[in-house]
């Protein structure tokens, strides 16, 4: 069975400070591995997404994220954020036809 | 482009009344889902439906039914609701392949009373 775990419910950061959430996946087959975004009030949208090949994998607005195959992780990156980036985040994995969300991390950056 | 369209956006039921959850997409994607969103417990899965004809139950099918009515829509139905299924209901779709990603509608907030 897939399952997600998400390590951080809550991080608050100052702009301009660097961000990475823990994702950590378990599931038996080829995993194909999602970040997700939601801004307050809105519906879920991909941030990226990675299936095979290179496992960093650059996603819109500055995020990225690396695959760790040994340590079964797909932790999200960003260099620099701003107070936009205030959201919810989703680790995601999909096996066959089935999404399982992670718990989610509320990123709330200071201004 | 409208992609996938939830209706109600709010709806409020007294405890043992029941409702469908409407969900429509534009997108000609065979896969489609339902999910409910809590605090602390992210999005889990109703029911999801891998074509047109199919359902399956996810991680949390109790309390709910499904129907696939053609390839565009996928309602969600609570026959007697309770106060526990007070959330936020997402309904979403994809594409065939394991690295197609959801699109999804922008969800209907239940509360039962």
């Known amino acids: 069975a897939q399952s997600v775990s998400q390590h951080n419910h809550h991080v608050i950061l100052s702009e301009a400070a660097s961000l990475e959430l823990g994702c950590n996946y378990s599931?038996?087959?080829?995993?194909?591995l999602f970040w997700y975004v939601q801004y307050p009030g809105q519906h879920l949208q991909l941030l990226l997404k990675?299936?095979?090949?290179?496992?960093l994998v650059k996603g819109i607005k500055g995020f990225e994220a690396e695959f760790i195959k040994s340590k079964f992780s797909f932790n999200l990156r960003k260099p620099s954020v701003q107070w936009s980036d205030t959201a919810e985040y989703f680790c995601?994995?999909?096996?066959?036809?089935?999404?399982?969300f992670g718990a989610g991390t509320r990123l709330f950056v200071k201004a | 482009n409208a992609g996938v369209t939830q209706t109600p956006k709010f709806q409020v039921l007294k405890t043992g009344q029941s409702m469908t959850l409407q969900c429509a997409q534009d997108?000609?994607?065979?896969?489609m889902y339902w999910y409910r969103q809590d605090p602390g417990m992210g999005l889990r899965l109703i029911y999801y439906?891998?074509?047109?004809?199919?359902?399956d139950k996810g991680e949390v099918p109790n309390g709910y039914n499904v129907s696939r009515l053609n390839k565009r829509e996928f309602s969600l139905r609570l026959e007697s609701a309770a106060p526990s299924q007070t959330s936020v209901y997402f309904c979403?779709?994809?594409?065939?392949?394991?690295?197609?990603?959801?699109?999804f509608g922008q969800g209907t907030r239940l509360t039962v009373v």
């Open positions: 979403a779709s994809s594409e065939d392949g394991r690295n197609t990603e959801a699109f």
């Open positions: 599931y038996g087959g080829t995993v194909n």
């Open positions: 990675y299936f095979s090949g290179d496992p």
């Open positions: 995601a994995v999909k096996g066959g036809f089935k999404t399982i």
């Open positions: 997108m000609n994607h065979n896969s």
């Open positions: 439906s891998a074509s047109e004809g199919t359902t």
